[in-house]
């Protein structure tokens, strides 16, 4: 490798380093004062950087702010993912999945509650971003509902609606515990069981 070629990839490396810094300092503010009172200066302060180093990696605190929820969200389904054993009992792996989503959450509840109050404050900036997230635990919860432990249970997939409307019923709900000051940890045993209603067979009444 050539020493500009050197350079660029240091260069690189350094923009990335800021860049994840600038997105911790974030987190970190939000978790001390919110979103919505949080500053491009209280960023930097956390980031242990300058205002210049932040706009030269964001547009705008909107921008940070996207870029923060679509990584946690991210995180939420990859974390979710790993902790199900696609071979287990299908109530099983509802408690896995259950499970891994608390936990989760109750490492960054702030952040979680910002995403469910604060983001769609931001307006038609929000709604990509919104819809993205979503889309994506959606899309893991209809992916799960195909594997071997749920064909051997004689189940089949969760439509793509009654996954959005499974999203939506948790994320009011850990919103409300988070805003309440209750353990996150509270929700497990009601999300559990309106999961395993809605994923589980169905009897006709």
């Known amino acids: 490798m ?3 070629a050197l350079d660029d990839a240091a260069a690189v490396g350094r923009n990335d380093d ?13 978790d001390e004062r919110g979103y919505r009172d949080t500053t491009v200066a209280d960023i930097v302060r956390y980031a242990r950087t300058s205002k210049r180093t ?3 990696q964001f547009g705008t605190k909107e921008d940070c702010f996207a870029e923060l929820l679509t990584a946690n969200n991210d995180e939420l389904v990859a974390t979710i993912r790993d902790a199900v054993d696609a071979a287990a009992p299908w109530y099983e792996q509802v408690r896995q999945a259950v499970v891994a989503y608390v936990h ?8 979680t509650l910002s995403w469910i109050r604060e983001l769609p404050a931001l307006g038609e ?6 819809r993205r997230g979503f889309g994506r635990l959606a899309t893991m919860i209809v992916e ?4 071997e432990g749920f064909r051997s249970a004689g189940l089949a997939p969760l439509s793509r ?8 019923g948790l994320r009011e709900l850990t919103a409300q515990t988070v805003e ?7 929700i497990i045993e009601p999300a559990l069981a309106v999961s395993l209603a809605l994923l589980g067979p169905k009897t006709l009444i």
């Open 180 to 186: 309440d000051g209750r353990p996150v940890t509270d």
């Open 18 to 30: 800021f860049r994840q810094r600038l997105l911790d300092g974030l987190a970190a503010s939000i």
């Open 104 to 111: 989760t959450i109750e490492e960054r509840p702030a952040i």
């Open 125 to 130: 900036y929000a709604r990509p971003i919104l």
């Open 144 to 147: 799960l509902t195909t594997n």
């Open 2 to 4: 050539t020493t500009t």
């Open 54 to 56: 932040f706009y030269s």
């Open 161 to 168: 609606a009654a996954a959005v409307i499974l999203v939506g």
